[in-house]
């Protein structure tokens, strides 16, 4: 599988921004799809994670009630709908493909990434 990230961008405080990543290969549908983003200076963390159907989703606590994630299995396309944003979500986000029946939040656990796309908010 491989994995293009896009959506990236500059937005201010309070703003909105939608990233989508594109999967390459028939069995895309089969794989947990995540988003992780890392800040300079820190470690890679997760975000938001899917299941292969969209009926499962998993969000860290920062950013629940502000970011939705969502998956397009006919279109091999994952998307990450990021609202009321702030300075501090200011990374390069990455996703990610695990094949697991679970919704992993560890990044060891993803087999597969994508070349990761700019977030930067401004106060």
């Known amino acids: 599988v491989q994995l293009q990230a896009s959506g990236g961008g500059l937005v201010q405080?309070?703003?909105?921004l939608r990233l989508s990543c594109a999967a390459s290969g028939r069995t895309f549908?089969?794989?947990?799809?995540?988003?992780?983003?890392?800040?300079?200076?820190?470690?890679?963390?997760?975000?938001?994670?899917?299941?292969?159907n969209g009926y499962s989703t998993y969000y860290t606590d920062?950013?629940?009630g502000r970011f939705t994630i969502s998956r397009d299995n006919a279109k091999n396309t994952v998307y990450l709908q990021m609202n009321i944003?702030?300075?501090e979500d200011t990374a390069v986000y990455y996703c990610a493909a695990a094949s697991s029946r679970t919704i992993p939040s560890v990044a060891a656990r993803y087999d597969y990434w994508g070349q990761g796309t700019q977030v930067t908010v401004s106060s």
């Not at 089969?30 to 292969?52: C, H, T």
Request: avoid cysteine; proline fraction near 6%; charge should be positive.
């Open 62 to 64: 920062s950013v629940k």
């Open 13 to 16: 405080d309070g703003g909105s």
């Open 85 to 87: 944003l702030k300075p």
């Open 29 to 52: 549908s089969s794989y947990v799809m995540g988003w992780f983003r890392q800040a300079p200076g820190k470690e890679r963390e997760f975000v938001a994670a899917i299941n292969w």
